[in-house]
């Protein structure tokens, strides 16, 4: 099933070529959404937005294409939304089509058809709509779910004062009908929830595409426990993106004391690229090789918030916890038996080659690449671990952002029985549908991000949630960590070592 390839680390606004190669199977590749720089004034931005440019018998055709093509490739497509709940969304929703629509009205029709698959990495590509949106005046604050409310998380520095407040409503609309309707078009995996938090960090984004207003009339509970209102003016979506963006290193790796080392690992996408991979490999090698000179008793791996990358790198670190050799991947299965019919759809064609059937196996409904030669597949052989693997107690924290790679990584710890997990349920598990290609749909140029493969770890005595990978101990934050940034799952953690 080889297939030439242009790995490609889609970033913020960043596309990195990194060269051409063949591989028989691409990784799951953690897909960030592509920002697009538009030159136009704010005003035309606005009219460009609202405006009802695209024609309504273009945009039906258009939607059924992307209801075919999904059909067609996803491998994962009724893990958790049966064909006969899909089929009937995308029938209402195309019924719903009686005029001409705005680009906002149709990202929010057919983001709403891919999250109905419920699946992390089938999603409609914002960037049309951010690169237009930049200057608008948006809600001012990303908002956080702690049981069943929601309270006020990011925003400028003038409004710090007010993070940790529990929402009740905006406009006039009670927060909990707001966001049911805003899930709608929000991409989880399965019946995942802690991840709504890692995407509401875009709140923002999202209460645009449900209300285009600039003044925000917000009722919250306030610290004297008091029920209060308050007027907010829309921040420009762009200042609020600079302010929730942060540059943070993919690993770090910290020794408390002599018996405490903490490691972070924050994403795996410094794999891809082989220079940043090697650093990243050295930099694991001298910290296992500290923790085995000092006999170091106690390891706290903390993989919160990362989204996934390179299994290279997720394999490597997972070389140093397990004692005993190992296998990576179960197989690589895709739903499709050609891509005649819709390669020409993808943005990147010539990456795509066709299957050859007589070297796959059919398992799970999917035709499946589950052995190789030996010599090019690492994922299928078996891996050795670490002369000098990790042999101390290992605590390891995760929650909603941990998805993709990640996932993979968990569920093999769990497969080993490594490492006690504290935190809150992952989103990724044992398994993904990725592929690292977009779709261009032909009338609106919308990308629509579909997996082509389901790549499954061989974790025989994995038992699936389709909630994701329950920790061992679950630690919800309070809402005054929002304000304070007190870091409360790690706080628990220490104290178990003090």
């Known amino acids: 099933m080889k297939f030439p390839i242009n790995i490609l680390i889609i970033h913020g606004c960043r596309v990195k070529k990194i060269g051409k190669m063949n591989v028989k199977i691409l990784l799951p590749i953690l897909l960030f959404t592509i920002n697009f720089a538009f030159g136009q004034n704010t005003a035309l931005q606005k009219t460009m937005l609202l405006s009802k440019s695209l024609k309504k018998d273009s945009i039906v055709a258009e939607f059924t294409e992307l209801y075919h093509l999904a059909n067609t490739i996803h491998p994962g497509q009724f893990m958790f939304c049966s064909k006969s709940e899909f089929d009937q969304t995308y029938s209402s929703l195309k019924n719903s089509i009686k005029t001409d629509l705005s680009p906002v009205q149709y990202y929010k029709l057919t983001a709403t058809l891919m999250a109905k698959i419920k699946d992390g990495h089938t999603a409609v590509d914002r960037g049309q709509i951010i690169g237009l949106l930049n200057d608008r005046l948006v809600f001012p604050f990303s908002i956080y779910k702690i049981k069943d409310n929601y309270y006020l998380d990011q925003s400028s520095q003038e409004n710090k004062e007010y993070a940790g407040l529990r929402i009740l409503k905006i406009n006039g609309k009670n927060i909990h009908s707001v966001v049911n309707e805003i899930k709608q078009y929000i991409h989880l995996e399965g019946r995942n929830e802690t991840g709504l938090n890692a995407r509401f960090s875009n709140f923002p984004f999202y209460y645009f595409i449900y209300d285009q207003t600039e003044k925000f009339e917000i009722e919250y509970v306030n610290h004297n426990k008091r029920k209060q209102k308050s007027l907010f003016k829309g921040m420009p979506f762009k200042t609020y993106t600079s302010i929730i963006s942060k540059k943070t290193e993919p690993l770090t790796t910290e020794f408390k004391t002599k018996d405490l080392a903490v490691l972070k690992f924050r994403s795996f996408e410094n794999g891809y690229n082989v220079t940043d991979r ?221």
């Open 278 to 498: 090697k650093v990243a490999e050295k930099q694991l090698d001298r910290f296992f090789a500290q923790l085995d000179s000092l006999k170091t008793e106690n390891l706290i791996i903390d993989l919160r918030d990362n989204g996934g990358g390179s299994a290279d790198i997720a394999n490597y670190l997972f070389s140093y916890l397990a004692s005993t050799p190992y296998y990576y991947l179960d197989y690589v299965g895709a739903k499709y038996k050609s891509v005649k019919d819709w390669k020409h759809y993808t943005q990147y064609p010539d990456n795509i080659e066709e299957i050859n059937l007589n070297e796959t196996k059919l398992k799970n409904g999917l035709h499946c690449t589950m052995e190789t030669d030996g010599t090019d597949d690492w994922w299928f052989e078996i891996q050795q671990n670490k002369p000098n693997f990790y042999k101390g107690k290992i605590s390891v924290l995760i929650n909603g952002g941990c998805f993709s790679t990640t996932g993979h990584l968990l569920a093999l710890m769990k497969e080993y029985k490594i490492g006690k997990f504290y935190g809150e349920y992952s989103q990724g598990s044992n398994y993904s549908n990725a592929g690292g290609q977009a779709f261009i749909l032909p009338y609106s140029k919308t990308l629509v991000w579909i997996p082509t493969f389901q790549y499954r770890m061989r974790t025989p005595h994995f038992i699936n949630d389709p909630k994701g990978i329950k920790p061992d101990v679950e630690i919800q934050i309070q809402p005054n960590d929002l304000r304070t940034g007190f870091d409360r799952p790690m706080d628990f953690v220490m104290k178990q070592y003090q």
